[in-house]
């Protein structure tokens, strides 16, 4: 995948975690137990872990290991 | 005194000695020069790193700051600050890789030495120097504060304030000394695990006296419902200030000296790259039990004076004794794993950015490692003075310091991926970019100027046009250096 394709998906996932106007706020909880608009947060940072590891994997040079 | 409060007091003295002992056995296997002082022989590894850069980041502030912002003004805290420190991956590909390479291949040691070299200036190396002192001068002292807090809460002021903060500092220093960056990376990886791990239960620990995690939020969104809205019972997480957040922690963690000198510090790439991994996920697992620690805290105390008190208030009135301990030893995890850093790449900046190229250029390895642990002494006493008036909510403490260090970032993007950055452009977005930082927390300039966002939004964005302008007006490097950096060998 070319590099502007990373860059548009990294700048999606930036300007979802700028959401106040649609899930971003809604605070009802989930599993009884964590407000909905704080667990989307979380789910947003485990994304981007998963992001940055095919990122690695497909993007970032092996030959600049070592 | 009973056998808990013994077997107690053994666990702390235990976890103080062993990173005296890990800084044994660093200055045993260390070969006494001054790469492997400040940058422990460039060999730190995938694991290593990782929890070295989160341990140095994450400080006090996850124990005591957080809880206490959150208990105060809502869990909304979690959102700018959580998520532009989660993306503080995205600069580790881009200026923590780039400075891997250059620092590898030219052998720097600090922020200093490669502006210096990259603009052929000394003038930008004591502007980086000045720069960053400044910011990270007064942040040593907010550990030492959480860890007076922290001692003086846990044992109801048996320990006073003072003599908590000294603890701290001494331990500091005294392992900081012998074992250079080598012993402050390995004492983290063990410290930021027992951070990792004792927040969460002391999340536990709160949510079981409410009768479960379940029962506890049930409770909070029944009573504190505002604590658990995205902008807070007093509207400080609005939009603009996560964006505002978002930005100060994005921009400034990787120019924070600790984590700059830390890319120079990797084994080799595999380690920035893993680092670039697994970095949200440690953020996200350290930063999101300071929400419910301070969300449950708020049904439990009510009232609280000092809202930083809530995570010592908690461990003192709940957890049995011997827990109370290793939850201490936590707490005391994070604010040493970042005062170590501090001390350490202060004291490698001073000696490397002042001493040897303003005072004594012909000083010798062993002259450099004398003083720069001298520097250490010195700045863990400067810390431990700062620290004796603290003020109430030390995450905000904080927050100038990372605004500073954010403008930072500007300057070394540029020299990194900018052939046509000049020494002036640096020197003179660093000095306009800091006072308009500075003139905002001093409220020289109004907020209101800001539209609502911090002062760091302005403060990048004129860093920026002032390095572009006086960069295009005056002189470039050499074409040797230029080349140097931007031929496909650098």
């Known amino acids: ?66 | 005194m009973s056998n808990e409060l013994i077997i107690g007091i053994t666990v702390l003295i235990f976890f103080l000695a062993l990173a005296v002992i890990i800084s044994y056995y660093a200055n045993k296997v260390s070969s006494n020069t001054v790469d492997d002082y400040f940058l422990a022989g460039r060999s730190l590894g995938i694991v290593v790193l990782a929890f070295t850069q989160m341990a140095t980041i994450l400080s006090g502030l996850v124990f005591v700051g957080g809880p206490g912002i959150v208990y105060a003004t809502g869990a909304g805290f979690f959102s700018g600050l959580t998520m532009g420190t989660c993306l503080a991956a995205l600069m580790f590909y881009i200026v923590g890789r780039r400075l891997w390479e250059i620092g590898n291949k030219y052998r720097f040691i600090t922020p200093g030495e490669f502006f210096r070299d990259r603009f052929e200036s000394p003038g930008t190396q004591i502007v980086m120097l000045i720069a960053m002192l400044a910011f990270v001068i007064p942040y040593i002292a907010l550990q030492p504060i959480a860890g007076g807090m922290a001692l003086s809460g846990l044992t109801k002021g048996a320990i006073p304030y003072a003599v908590g903060s000294l603890i701290i500092v001494v331990t500091i220093i005294v392992y900081v000394y012998f074992g250079g960056l080598r012993a402050v990376a390995w004492t983290d990886v063990i410290q930021g695990s027992a951070m990792l791990v004792f927040l969460w239960v002391l999340v536990f620990v709160a949510a079981g006296q409410l009768g479960g995690m379940s029962a506890a939020s049930e409770a909070v969104k029944a009573t504190v419902p505002d604590i658990f809205e995205r902008t807070g019972p007093v509207g400080a997480w609005g939009w603009k200030a996560a964006f505002s957040w978002m930005c100060i922690t994005f921009f400034s963690i990787s120019c924070q000296p600790p984590v700059f000198i830390r890319f120079f510090a990797a084994q080799n790439m595999k380690a920035i790259k893993w680092l670039f991994v697994l970095w949200p996920l440690l953020i996200v697992a350290c930063w999101a039990p300071t929400v419910f620690i301070g969300a449950y805290g708020k049904i439990l105390y009510p009232d609280m004076a000092v809202p930083d008190e809530i995570s010592a208030t908690l461990i003192i009135d709940y957890a049995p004794l011997w827990l109370a301990i290793l939850i201490f030893v936590g707490l005391l995890s994070a604010i040493k794993s970042t005062a170590d850093s501090q001390f350490h790449v202060l004291s490698s900046m001073l000696t490397r950015d002042f001493y040897v190229p303003f005072v004594n250029q012909k000083a010798s390895t062993e002259k450099q490692l004398k003083v720069g642990k001298w520097f250490i002494v010195l700045l863990g006493i400067a810390g431990y003075l700062v620290a004796f008036k603290p003020p109430e909510l030390i995450g905000f403490f904080a927050n100038s310091a990372f605004t500073g260090i954010a403008v930072l970032c500007v300057p070394t993007l540029a020299a990194l991926y900018w052939k046509r950055a000049t020494a002036a452009g640096v020197i003179w977005s660093v000095i306009l970019g800091e006072t308009l930082a500075l003139g905002s927390f001093a409220g020289i300039f109004p907020k209101s100027w800001w539209m609502g966002f911090d002062a760091v939004i302005p403060a990048l964005i004129l860093t920026t046009v002032v390095l572009v302008v006086v960069s295009y007006f005056t002189k470039l490097p050499s074409e040797e250096t230029i080349n140097k950096y931007f031929s496909n060998a650098a």
């Open chain 1, 1 to 66: 995948m070319k590099g502007y394709w990373w860059f548009a998906i990294y700048l999606v996932l930036i300007l979802l975690m700028q959401d106040y106007w649609v899930v971003g706020s809604n605070s009802t909880l989930i599993w009884g137990i964590i407000p909905a608009w704080f667990l989307y947060q979380i789910i947003l940072c485990v994304a981007l872990f998963v992001l940055n590891y095919f990122f690695m994997v497909t993007f970032w040079k092996e030959s600049e290991d070592e």
